[in-house]
């Protein structure tokens, strides 16, 4: 079975912190999704990575970066946590088969005070 | 722009009793659709997909959708829940980007289960 694994399912962190989500995937995937999710806005993608060291921004990049170094690997980095990034962060990785199926992890709920 | 719309926010439904859920979609081509699902404190798991053929696909946990390209539609359904059920379940359609493909989610519909 695929596995997704994030590094912490409850965060807090302070307003101006540096923070880092890690994500790790097992099934050697090429892909890696960053997406966070609020209520009655569903999830929204903001950072992809197709291969690694290849990034592409999503929908709401602003105020975050990522990296990818490895290929099981894919960090979201908030370089100056604000409140307004309060929210659950889900990670996802998918093979470039023609399968298109996207694999989860649990998600990082994230609160900064 | 790709979009997806969940018109329902929650629904509410028996034990036994069936389900649908709506989903339209604005996409100029063919379009590749997704269900997911999302229980208490997990993430998300695929249910089924549409890429071409037989408009009626099936997926895991008994439940069913089907494309209608003429009412842009691809509603889930089942035709008898299970307390289990209740969860939240989003509808996705695959964009094309420069990139590579993306995925473009509804808003999600909280799905209740009555005993």
């Known amino acids: 079975d695929v596995k997704v694994t994030q590094s912490s399912r409850y965060l807090v962190k302070r307003t101006g912190e540096k923070v880092f989500l890690e994500c790790v995937q097992d099934?050697?995937?090429?892909?890696m999704f960053w997406y966070r999710q609020d209520p009655g806005l569903g999830l929204r993608l903001i950072y992809f990575?197709?291969?690694?060291?290849?990034?592409e921004k999503g929908d709401i990049p602003e105020g975050y970066s990522v990296s990818r170094e490895k290929k099981e690997r894919f960090s979201l980095i908030l370089e100056s946590a604000s409140t307004n990034q309060t929210s659950m962060y889900l990670c996802?990785?998918?093979?470039?088969?023609?399968?298109?199926?996207?694999?989860f992890g649990p998600g990082t709920r994230l609160t900064v005070t | 722009a790709q979009s997806v719309t969940q018109p329902d926010i929650h629904i509410t439904v028996s034990e036994g009793a069936s389900l649908e859920l709506r989903c339209n979609y604005s996409?100029?081509?063919?379009?590749?659709l997704f269900w997911y699902v999302q229980s208490p404190g997990q993430g998300l798991q695929l249910l089924l997909k549409?890429?071409?053929?037989?408009?009626l696909v099936q997926g895991i946990k008994g439940f069913e959708a089907e494309f209608k390209r003429s009412q842009s539609s691809f509603n889930l359904r089942k035709p008898s829940v299970h307390w289990s059920d209740a969860a939240e379940y989003f509808c996705?359609?695959?964009?094309?980007?420069?990139?590579?493909?993306?995925?473009?989610f509804g808003t999600g519909t909280q799905l209740k289960v009555e005993l």
């Open positions: 996409y100029g081509a063919t379009p590749y």
């Open positions: 996705a359609v695959e964009r094309l980007t420069g990139g590579g493909n993306k995925l473009t």
């Open positions: 990575s197709y291969d690694v060291k290849m990034k």
């Open positions: 549409y890429f071409s053929g037989d408009t």
């Open positions: 996802a990785s998918r093979s470039v088969d023609n399968s298109y199926e996207q694999y």
């Open positions: 099934m050697d995937h090429e892909n």
